[in-house]
């Protein structure tokens, strides 16, 4: 059984930082290719960063490269988002997601995804 749960949301500043987690369980073959995605109010889902824990390999979307950094722990038991300089359009809830069905490049779409988490409200002001 796959369970990601999400932790780390909240509210914070223009400017500020914030660092998400997900802790994972279940089979580990399911997370060779994790990702971030939101979904900011009244809108689609987007991905946001993924990881391919094989080899390192990140990619993340134009609006948050530079100041968001997507990575894991050693035992690859948690996959992490830490976000920089957070502006007001970073507002969304953030599902880590796991269990890729397509290769693990780009940052692909929801529906690429098996497994989620309940989501973490980050609000940005």
């Known amino acids: 059984h796959v369970q990601l749960v999400e932790s780390g949301g909240g509210s914070v500043q223009a400017g500020g930082s914030l660092r998400l987690s997900c802790a994972a369980s279940?089979?580990?073959?399911?997370?060779?290719?994790m990702a971030w995605f939101r979904q900011p109010p009244g809108k689609e889902r987007e991905g946001v960063a993924v990881?391919?824990?094989?080899?390192?390999?990140?990619f993340y979307d134009d609006s948050v490269k530079g100041r968001f950094t997507i990575s894991q722990d050693n035992a690859k038991a948690s996959l992490f988002l830490t976000m920089d300089n957070l502006k007001v359009e970073d507002t969304a809830v953030y599902y880590c997601?796991?269990?890729?069905?397509?290769?693990?490049w780009g940052l692909g779409v929801s529906s690429d995804y098996n497994y989620w988490g309940q989501g973490t409200q980050v609000t940005v002001s």
């Open positions: 997601a796991a269990g890729r069905t397509t290769g693990c």
């Open positions: 990881l391919y824990t094989v080899d390192g390999s990140t």
């Open positions: 279940g089979n580990t073959y399911t997370y060779n290719c």
